[in-house]
């Protein structure tokens, strides 16, 4: 099932995605589901595919403006160099992390899919970095690894896209690079667990006007999901609607000689495998 968080005229919720349509969940049920974090607290998945089944659509698609995955989630994690080649990018001769690296974001700095992503004054090095997110489905404090997988409620797909230059303001952090406004995305929906045979040799793609620049699959990743969930897990309780961004694979903008940095009139799709596709344009901030 996908669930996807949405605004149409005067009102917004969750929808189940039903071919070109959304089933608006409040056609079902009332105001019982309000938003995406009340369905994930809910664990009740199953119900609403249930009610689902058949029923009507309220909206099409392309009538109704996408916001992010989770609107108000409690905490963003975002997980920095986590695949396989991606150190090496780095050209330093370092041995591969030990332990993942830990910083956060806002809401406000992800745009729902189809919304821009804003290039802002201050800058001219927007990057694209294309990942898979986990939603948290439930609450949990220092959860095994063996049994993390039962925590997530679903996948979507981010781009967690980054100020390059300001991400080295800081000696010790990458905070203010990674929160200007709107300079990533969520989205287009949260794809439950149902629609994935495996969760660790998920392919993932990153294209930039249609050009392919990063392409990997999840198997490539240096802390897979359960260990992720577990680490987390361990310093902070990790509550429904919470969102882990599992990391970028090689082929940023940055990465790229000179470097390829996004500018207003470019478009970046994200696609992950079971979920669907990101797909953003970018503009330039003060034209708006």
């Not at 392309?62 to 780095?90: H, M, Q, S, W």
């Not at 406000?108 to 294309?130: F, R």
């Not at 230059?165 to 800081?170: A, E, L, Q, V």
């Not at 509550?239 to 903008?253: H, K, S």
Request: aromatic residues 8%.
């Amino acid at each position: 099932m996908k669930l996807a968080s949405f605004a149409s005229r005067d009102r917004s919720g969750v929808g189940v995605v039903a071919g070109d349509g959304l089933i608006d969940l409040r056609s079902l049920f009332g105001d019982e589901f309000p938003d995406m974090r009340s369905v994930l607290e809910s664990g009740a998945f199953a119900r609403i595919e249930r009610a689902a089944a058949g029923a009507q659509t309220t909206d099409a698609l392309a009538g109704v403006r996408f916001l992010p995955t989770v609107t108000n989630p409690d905490k963003i994690f975002c997980v920095g160099v986590n695949y396989v080649n991606r150190n090496a990018e780095y050209r330093d001769a370092s041995d591969d992390p030990k332990y993942p690296s830990i910083f956060m974001r806002t809401i406000g700095s992800l745009a729902g899919h189809g919304e821009p992503l804003l290039q802002p004054p201050e800058s001219e090095q927007l990057d694209y970095e294309g990942e898979i997110a986990i939603v948290v489905g439930k609450r949990g404090r220092r959860i095994p690894q063996e049994i993390a997988d039962r925590h997530i409620g679903g996948l979507t797909c981010m781009n967690e896209g980054s100020i390059r230059d300001w991400m080295r303001h800081g000696k010790f952090n990458v905070t203010q690079g990674k929160n200007f406004a709107r300079s990533g995305a969520m989205g287009p929906w949260l794809a439950t667990l149902d629609e994935f045979e495996s969760l660790y040799d998920l392919h993932l793609m990153t294209r930039v006007n249609g050009e392919v620049r990063q392409n990997d699959t999840s198997a490539s990743m240096l802390f897979p999901f359960s260990y992720l969930i577990a680490y987390i897990s361990t310093f902070a309780e990790l509550l429904p609607g919470d969102v882990i961004a599992t990391g970028t694979p090689t082929g940023a903008g940055a990465r790229f000689d000179p470097p390829r940095y996004l500018k207003a009139g470019d478009v970046v799709e994200v696609e992950v495998a079971g979920v669907g596709i990101l797909r953003n344009p970018v503009v330039d901030e003060r034209t708006l």
